[in-house]
């Protein structure tokens, strides 16, 4: 998710999407070029804290060492 969409922001999208009724689970990963405190405070709110990416975004924070 990006937070700095053209019609509706992400944060926008967020609020709508948690209103809808939905029993799975469904991961979402804000992907942003926001490193504003304010939010990554916000995504706090929603959750998202350890789901925030911000642009550009390293590689080997998608590595796993097995």
């Known amino acids: 998710l ?3 969409m053209p019609v ?3 944060w926008q999208f967020l609020d709508s ?3 809808i009724p939905i029993k799975q689970k469904i991961t ?3 992907l942003t070029s ?3 405190p304010e ?3 916000k995504a706090e709110q929603y959750n998202l804290k350890s789901n925030y ?3 550009p975004i390293d590689i080997k924070k ?3 060492d097995n």
């Open 62 to 64: 998608f590595q796993y």
């Open 17 to 19: 999407f948690t209103k």
């Open 8 to 10: 509706w922001d992400g």
């Open 39 to 41: 939010d990554f405070k």
């Open 53 to 55: 990416l911000i642009k």
């Open 28 to 30: 979402i990963y804000i």
């Open 2 to 4: 990006d937070l700095n």
């Open 34 to 36: 926001s490193n504003s």
